[in-house]
């Protein structure tokens, strides 16, 4: 019996997808994974028989079911599902311009939904599964100055995640959020992270967190994105996996912080907080 695993990757011509699709490969597992262009995945990842390279437009649902339908005709099933395609999108919530932020959330949210949707029919039918949804610590910390909406879009995911984990339980299907903190792939590269095209002086905050992301951070974050993607197959191997999984040193630190935080103000506000029930 073959005990190999199906898995459908987005985003998969760069970064922690690629990684995805070199690592799983090299296990012998069975890879279908995306990309905007399939010329520039199918140089990064190179030919093999387990693998299946789709150019796929996120944002059209016709687009996402035939590449589903392409890699259930090739392979027979999905086991696994790794949302990972997204971009970053730096401007303060002024400078940014309403077609600027809906494209954030077209790519980041709805083209995650797009997936979802496509993909469940065919797991919720042989009650089995797993999603991966890769966000950020950003959708769980947000005080990034100039990183406000790419935030919203990761806490938007961690919204859905949760709810998709509670539908999916009845149909075994298993959902986890991925919150990455710095990795050392090219996310902070102009082809992956968006500038607006409005930068406003006033904006001293957002201006040195942009030049910090990309002159200082950019090359030299602690997180290996082997270990990283390593992490995850783990994961999906558990018998139990976790709805949350941080991944970085960094990322636990600025979630406990939050955690903290949180807990902190709940407590100082609780006798208001409480004064408002009937």
Known sequence: MDTKKVWFITGASKGLGLEFVKQLLEKGNYVA???????????????????LPLEVNLSSEES???????????????????????YGLLGSLEELTDAEARQNFEVNVFGTLNIIRKVMPYLRKQQS????????????????PGFGIYCATKFAMAGFTEA????????????????????RTNFLNSDSLAITQNPMEEYKSTRDSQAMHQNTINGNQQGDPVKGVTAMIKASEAETPPLYLYLGSDSVSMAQAKIEQLSQEIKEWESLSRSTDF
């Open 129 to 144: 599964g797993h999603i991966f949804n890769i966000s950020s610590i950003g959708g769980f910390v947000g005080n990034f």
């Open 64 to 86: 996402v079911e035939k590449a589903i339908n392409a890699t259930i005709e090739k392979f027979g099933h999905i086991d696994n599902v790794v949302n990972n395609a997204g």
């Open 33 to 51: 994974a995306t990309s905007r262009s399939i010329a520039q995945l199918e140089t990064a990842a190179g030919k093999h028989d387990n693998f």
């Open 164 to 183: 998709l984990a509670a539908e999916a339980k009845a149909f075994n299907v298993n959902v986890t959020l991925v919150l990455p903190g710095y990795f």
